[in-house]
C-alpha cells in the first residue's frame, strides 16, 4: 500500500492545547496511546531515534480487496 511521509508526534496534536502545558501533556499521551493501537494493527508505523527522542509517525495505506 501507499506509505506517507513521517511526522512528529506532536504535529498531531490541538493547535489550541500546544502552549498550555497540562493540556500538552494530556494530548500528547492521548495521542500516544491512539498512535500505538494504529501501529498494533498495522496501520502506522512509528519510530524514535535516540533515547528520549522525538517520536515520528507514519500511515500505512493498506489497499483492501474489496468493500469496507
Keep these: 500500500g501507499e506509505v506517507m511521509d513521517w511526522r512528529t508526534l ?13 493540556r500538552r501533556r494530556s494530548a500528547t499521551a492521548a495521542t500516544f496511546v491512539a498512535m500505538l493501537e494504529l501501529v498494533r494493527r498495522g496501520e502506522a508505523d512509528m519510530r524514535q531515534e535516540s533515547l528520549f527522542g522525538e517520536i515520528t509517525i507514519r500511515s500505512r495505506r ?5 468493500p469496507s
Design 10 to 22: 506532536q504535529a498531531f496534536l490541538p493547535p489550541e492545547w500546544r502552549d498550555d502545558p497540562k
Design 62 to 66: 493498506v489497499a483492501h480487496d474489496g
